[in-house]
């Protein structure tokens, strides 16, 4: 029978829930690395018991665990991000020019096929890739030696590389995303890359359509269609139908187009769900009430999914690494929340229940569907 | 034999309980009982020092006999209670965060 397993990094350690396919009972593990931030953990596609997770605090820096039986012991492995060359500079807040400087691993992307091959989105902006299981980790450069590179901004959580999508029908085509620079593709297999912002539309900055330095939240690609990618940006929910040379707006009736986390049904493809955040000020939904909207068109019309969400009194955050699906059949759908609850519907959306409700504030939620 | 006391995070990722008894050739700095204990628990590296400048993390002090070492030079000599095993070389975690 199958089950699912939902990897859950806080800012005070790891949590590990498990259940049948039914999704109404749970079994919750941890905290695993009590103390520290989990920004991301992930599992291999190639290997689901093969796990990786990025812990790091402000007093002693980056540590990488790897678990080899679905989360139940952990080891460290390496934990040297060093820079390619000189690295040189970004723009500071302020517009001077500072020195890239290593904070954090913010997403680990276990490669598709080969359990020994991660990829690692840091902050300050940088794309890692380790192919020996985590042993060493070596930058793939060409992504922060882009023209551009010098003239990324941070975002208010800093210069973070926090979207890995690794193209399943094409080795060779990654798609990244840095707040605040925007997203970027390669071809190549990270040896060059392209700015992929036209469409979008900031009005923050001195050019709204500038190439980069666009807030990028969050980019979602179902692997059945790699050309298709969803985007929750600081404002706006975008789509792009051609691997993001261009996008649209989809935003339509949201109660407001500002969120972190966008996802896509696992069956179907058009049908994308988002977490309205009132305002990039106040980083809570909107009239207090915690709602998932669902589009079953591809974005534009939305409607509000709200059954066993609470819907008065309730300002938590849900942050951009916090949603996942599983691959169940009706699709289950889960997120986090800074208030540290974990909601997950396993009927597509229509009803949600927490499946642990005091956890640290959450920071990610990832979902594996095991056989 | 160097005895070292880490902070609890430290202790529990380098799985070890109480002090750290280190042999340290040569002098004995900073420096050298760093890269023991380094060599002893790899998985330290980057948690007490900075991999790529080798410089201390902004928020991890080091004491021993009732001193604040930690703007002494890494190849200063600790002090001799500390080289003779008599007093620990802390490596301490600033109080301060949430």
């Known amino acids: 029978m199958s089950s699912v397993r939902v990897l859950v990094g806080t800012h005070k350690g790891a949590f590990v829930l498990r259940s049948d396919a039914k999704r109404d009972r749970w079994e919750i593990d941890g905290p695993y690395f009590a103390g520290w931030e989990i920004y991301h953990l992930k599992g291999s596609p190639a290997d689901p018991d093969r796990l990786y997770a990025s812990q790091s605090t402000g007093w002693f820096g980056q540590v990488i665990q790897r678990s080899n039986d679905g989360g139940r012991t952990w080891e460290p492995v390496d934990n040297k991000f060093a820079y390619a060359g000189v690295p040189g500079t970004h723009t500071w807040y302020d517009g001077t020019p500072h020195p890239w400087e290593f904070k954090r691993v913010w997403h680990l992307e276990p490669s598709r096929s080969d359990p020994d091959t991660v990829y690692a989105g840091a902050e300050d902006a940088a794309l890692f890739r380790t192919t020996d299981g985590g042993r060493s980790w070596h930058e793939l450069a060409g992504l922060r030696e882009h023209g551009t590179g010098p003239r990324w901004q941070p975002g208010a959580g800093g210069l973070c590389l926090h979207t890995i999508i690794l193209d399943p029908s094409d080795p060779d085509r990654i798609f990244i995303a840095i707040s605040a620079a925007g997203a970027f593709r390669t071809n190549d297999g990270g040896k060059s890359w392209t700015p992929i912002n036209k469409g979008l539309v900031s009005d923050f900055m001195p050019d709204p359509t500038a190439e980069i330095g666009h807030c990028v939240h969050h980019v979602a690609m179902h692997p059945s269609r790699p050309g298709v990618l969803f985007m929750q940006k600081h404002w706006d929910v975008m789509r792009s139908d051609d691997a993001g040379d261009s996008w649209h707006e989809i935003s339509g009736n949201l109660p407001s187009d500002f969120g972190f986390v966008i996802d896509i049904h696992a069956h179907d493809p058009e049908t994308i769900y988002v977490v309205p955040i009132k305002s990039d000020s106040e980083h809570v939904p909107p009239d207090g009430k915690l709602r998932v909207y669902r589009s079953r068109t591809g974005g534009n019309e939305w409607e509000p999914l709200t059954k066993g969400l609470p819907q008065e009194n309730c300002y938590v955050n849900v942050l951009r690494d916090a949603m996942s699906v599983d691959s169940l059949d009706a699709c289950g759908v889960y997120f986090g929340t800074t208030g540290g609850q974990v909601y997950a519907s396993a009927d597509a959306g229509d009803s949600w229940k927490p499946i642990v409700h005091d956890l640290p504030a959450v920071l990610s939620v990832e979902v594996q569907t095991l056989p | ?98």
């Open chain 2, 1 to 98: 034999m160097i005895r070292v006391v880490l902070p609890a995070h430290l202790r529990t990722l380098a799985r070890v309980s109480g002090e750290v008894a280190l042999d340290v050739e040569g002098t004995v700095t900073q420096g050298s009982v760093l890269n023991a204990l380094e060599a002893r628990c790899p998985m330290l590296r980057g948690t007490i020092r900075d991999h790529v400048t080798g410089a201390r993390r902004p928020f991890v002090r080091f004491f021993a006999c009732e001193q604040d070492l930690s703007l002494d030079s890494p190849d200063a000599p600790l002090p001799d209670a500390v080289a003779a095993g008599v007093e620990p070389f802390l490596v301490v975690g600033a109080i301060a965060g949430g």
